[in-house]
């Protein structure tokens, strides 16, 4: 087993109710894979704050407008499906903000 530790912002961070989600997932995972994990343990509150139907991916929807970190470095949202995580990793997400 992988402890995986999520750091989380903005919404996420009122969605789970913490700034901080401790998981303890499969070995050798994907950052897709540990994310989608996490949104699925919240994934009522999810789907009710970004108004999503059923059936839809939460982390197809929402990926576009996050940025997700591995211990510190930057993982393009293309690289999410393949890039590896292991037992002690941190994954933070931050919502990208945009405005005027």
């Not at 789970?16 to 509150?45: C, H, I, Q, W």
């Not at 999503?52 to 939460?58: K, P």
């Not at 211990?71 to 292991?86: Q, W």
């Amino acid at each position: 087993m992988a402890e995986i530790r999520f750091r989380l912002f903005s919404v996420l961070r009122e969605v789970t109710g913490s700034p901080e989600v401790t998981l303890n997932l499969n070995d050798d995972l994907t950052v897709a894979e540990a994310l989608r994990t996490l949104f699925t343990k919240y994934e009522m509150p999810l789907r009710n704050r970004y108004s999503l139907a059923a059936g839809r991916d939460i982390l197809e929807r929402l990926l576009p407008h996050l940025l997700i970190f591995v211990n510190e470095t930057a993982i393009r949202p293309s690289l999410v499906p393949e890039t590896r995580v292991k037992n002690g990793d941190t994954i933070t997400v931050v919502e990208a903000i945009a405005g005027g």
